[in-house]
């Protein structure tokens, strides 16, 4: 049965939109199948959470690699790993997923929420530096929808003061600054394999060091404890089992080979659809990526509309524009209006920007951006439509 469209015909787009995660290539199901036949499914069995581990740190531009469970624990475990504990304070961006403020409280941490660059949505360093007090011990950039952090004005002044720099890369597999992998630049990199990332495996996920001291420390905290090279039950300090398995493993390795050409695949309909919004002239434009970004890997599109838009005509908007065929998401409300944030020890400073994208940006999910950039044109026409409709 046809779908009907927001003025009750048929829809700008009546076709399905390319499926997320893509389907299993044959090196995927290969490696699969042996890990299965082996029996060997866990880490400390099996060579392949390790050699992806040692791969995936590589590309980063990075010397070690630690495989786990998901981002969540690798921002946890990055932050324990580079001594962030009770009485500290992580400074950490208004506008991203909760798991940056939730993973600092796991390490017994406070997190203190800064606004974002009102034009890129990403952390800004002024907001940073005014929030830099005596407890402050690290500063969390995260590469936001696949773009990366400015990150040279943050390392320079977190070196000045000391801090800690945990790079949260999980929408950014592959993205470059000035020409430098993400995950390699600040102390620590995290990463996410989770169902919607570029890189999936369902859930995992991995923490990328450039000091043998840090990744001594990761590896620990992952392994219950032990220390590497050292006898299996003992347990020189407190960890926990976070080991990614051999199964995800498989499922990831091959992805190192075929995660560039994704990417252009991404980029190339980013580019059609801002292209075509100023064409059309709509009240509407991709939010641009942060100065020094070299490659963007487009995890979502970020659009942002003209005027601000109150939790309801928000709604309809997202309705009317799945009416047509084009699913979009409303992003992030501000981190520091979270219940779990907000009711905790948290410090939130004023965040105006976060706020205003909170009312104005919407997302296309990474799926429709794996279309050919043709096929940009029903996101122009679609917005088009649905704009013109609101009012």
Known sequence: ?????????????????????????????????????????????????????????????????????????????????????????????????????TSVLLAGAAPVVVDVDPTHLHLD????????????????????AGSPVDLDPLLALAARHGLAVVEDCAQAHGATYRGRPVGGLGDAGTFSFQ?????????????????????????SLCNVGR??????????????????TELQAALLLPWLDRLGPELDRREAFARAVSVGLRQAGLPVAVVPAPPGTTRDSRHLLMLRVGEPLDADRGRRLIAAAA??????????PPLGTVPAVATGP??????PGAGAAARQVFWVEQRVLMAAPEEARDVVDILGKVLAASG
């Open 1 to 101: 049965m046809t779908a009907l469209a927001i003025d009750g015909g048929t829809p700008v787009r009546d076709r399905p939109w390319p499926a997320w995660p893509p389907p299993l290539d044959a090196d995927q199901r290969r490696l699969l199948l042996e890990v299965v036949d082996s029996g060997r499914w866990g880490a400390t069995q099996g060579p392949y959470t390790d050699e992806f581990a040692g791969r995936f740190a590589d590309a980063c531009g990075a010397p070690h690699g630690v495989a786990l469970g998901n981002g969540t624990l690798a921002l946890f475990v990055a932050l324990r790993a580079l001594g962030v504990g009770p009485g500290d304070e992580v400074i950490v961006p208004a506008y991203t997923f909760v798991a940056c403020a």
């Open 125 to 144: 360093v002024a907001a940073v530096r005014a929030a830099i007090g005596p407890r402050t011990a690290a500063v969390m950039p995260v590469h936001l």
């Open 195 to 219: 169902s919607s990332k570029a890189m999936t495996a369902g859930e995992g996920g991995l923490v990328t060091c450039r000091r043998s001291d840090v990744y001594e420390r990761v590896w």
């Open 227 to 244: 220390r590497r090279g050292g006898a299996w039950y003992e347990h020189p300090e407190v960890g926990w089992n976070l080991r990614l």
């Open 323 to 332: 009416a047509e065929g084009l699913p979009l998401g409303r992003g992030y």
């Open 346 to 351: 948290a410090r939130v400073t004023d965040c």
